[in-house]
């Protein structure tokens, strides 16, 4: 239940232990060149970070109490935002920018891990599957949206990814057990 890690650099390395005690699959983003930050529910259930940046970190406890996996974005130098649902199903917020901020509830009603992504600074889009099984998004910028129904019938916790300003990709798992892709640039697509 420890957090193992392997990178590629002019090939792969050998996996190495981090040490830890994981309850869910692990997150993790960059805010610049040579840092890493990595994020896990521990086995008291809080919210569990560990960073690289010459040299590995100690693990240290954010609190918090998790019900799925942790899902962390940076949008810029200094800022990582992280995301899980919390033990009423609803979305729960944490970030850090020059310390790290107290949790708050996103309201919601979630029945998968989020994923998030952001395509600029000062810009975050959640994605969760909702318990109706539909898809289900928030976004900040400038401050909270409401909850937006997007679609489908999902069988999975959703994927999301930006490549560029105004563009989000989500993949998901149909009803049938097959791959799903929608995205968003100028508007929801197909």
């Not at 840092?35 to 940046?53: I, M, Q, S």
């Not at 954010?62 to 949008?75: C, E, F, M, R």
């Amino acid at each position: 239940n420890a957090l193992w890690h392997k990178y590629f650099e002019n090939g792969w390395s050998d996996w190495e232990s981090l040490g830890g005690h994981l309850t869910s699959g692990p997150d993790a983003c960059s805010w610049t060149p040579g840092r890493l930050d990595t994020f896990v529910r521990g086995g008291d259930n809080a919210l569990w970070h560990k960073y690289f940046e010459n040299g590995w970190s100690d693990w240290e406890s954010l609190g918090g109490y998790l019900t799925s996996d942790p899902s962390t974005v940076s949008w810029g130098n200094g800022r990582i935002d992280v995301f899980a649902r919390g033990e009423d199903n609803a979305l729960i917020h944490k970030y850090f920018e020059n310390g790290w901020s107290g949790w708050e509830t996103l309201d919601g009603s979630l029945n998968s891990s989020p994923d998030v992504c952001s395509w600029s600074p000062g810009r975050l889009d959640i994605f969760v599957r909702g318990e109706d099984n539909a898809l289900w998004h928030k976004y900040f910028e400038n401050g909270w949206s409401g909850w937006e129904f997007i679609d489908g019938v999902l069988t999975s916790d959703p994927g999301v990814v930006s490549w560029g300003n105004g563009r989000i990709d989500i993949f998901m798992r149909g009803a049938n057990s097959a791959m799903y892709h929608k995205w968003y640039e100028e508007g929801w697509k197909p």
